[in-house]
């Protein structure tokens, strides 16, 4: 089956403590990118990633980091998560031109 | 302003009924447009594309209307299962995500 993997679904963690998002996707997708979804906002792009080592900025990358090394994983790092990085956080992937964008299913992060 | 503003409602409406709601967007030069749907607090899924001659899909009508930069979805004969919020999207190279409309439909 075509799917977006995100892990954890559920994640509680103190302010400062290092924590990693995974993503898989098995659609051969180049295309992958991280959102966060707070109420009222929308969802919001983090990073993105064109390809294997290609990386750049969405609309509220401070605090994150990630990395593509391999085509199907794309993790979303937060080296010192604070709590307003408190969200609901989607993983997707796409294939060419951004069409039909295929959404993991969520981790929603609390930072106490 | 926004890139991509939508009408949160909600829309409370009961089954059988029409509902209608609009999205507009700020970059005139957009070339391509989608509505996504969401459960509570659930992933998004795609609900269908906005051609510019407009589209059907079953009970869902999208349209476009470059001139005013706005797209529309229309949802005929609602049903329950139709409860969701309705995510306007905007392709620019990248996807810039509305807000959402909640649309509610009551037996």
């Known amino acids: 089956e075509a799917q977006v993997t995100q892990n954890p679904r559920y994640l509680i963690t103190v302010t400062g403590k290092k924590l990693t998002v995974t993503c898989s996707q098995n659609?051969?997708?180049?295309?992958m990118s991280w959102y966060r979804q707070d109420p009222g906002l929308g969802l919001r792009q983090i990073y993105y990633?064109?390809?294997?080592?290609?990386?750049d900025k969405g609309d509220v990358p401070e605090g994150y980091k990630v990395s593509r090394k391999e085509k199907r994983n794309f993790p979303l790092i937060l080296e010192s998560p604070s709590p307003n990085q408190t969200s609901l956080y989607f993983c997707?992937?796409?294939?060419?031109?951004?069409?039909?964008?295929?959404f993991g299913s969520g981790t929603r992060l609390t930072v106490v | 302003r926004k890139e991509v503003e939508q009408d949160p409602g909600p829309f409370n409406v009961p089954e059988g009924a029409t509902v209608a709601f609009n999205c507009t967007y700020s970059?005139?030069?957009?070339?391509?447009f989608f509505w996504y749907r969401q459960d509570c607090r659930k992933e998004p899924k795609l609900l269908m594309s906005?051609?510019?001659s407009g589209n059907e899909d079953g009970r869902f009508t999208a349209q476009l209307n470059r001139a005013s930069q706005y797209i529309s979805l229309l949802i005929r004969d609602s049903k329950l299962s139709d409860s969701a919020t309705y995510l306007c999207?905007?392709?620019?190279?990248?996807?810039?995500f509305g807000a959402g409309t909640t649309v509610t439909v009551r037996a």
């Open positions: 999207v905007v392709n620019d190279y990248k996807l810039s």
């Open positions: 990633s064109m390809n294997v080592e290609v990386t």
């Open positions: 970059n005139s030069a957009s070339q391509s």
């Open positions: 906005v051609y510019s």
């Open positions: 659609m051969n997708h180049e295309y």
């Open positions: 997707a992937s796409s294939g060419p031109r951004n069409y039909g964008y295929t």
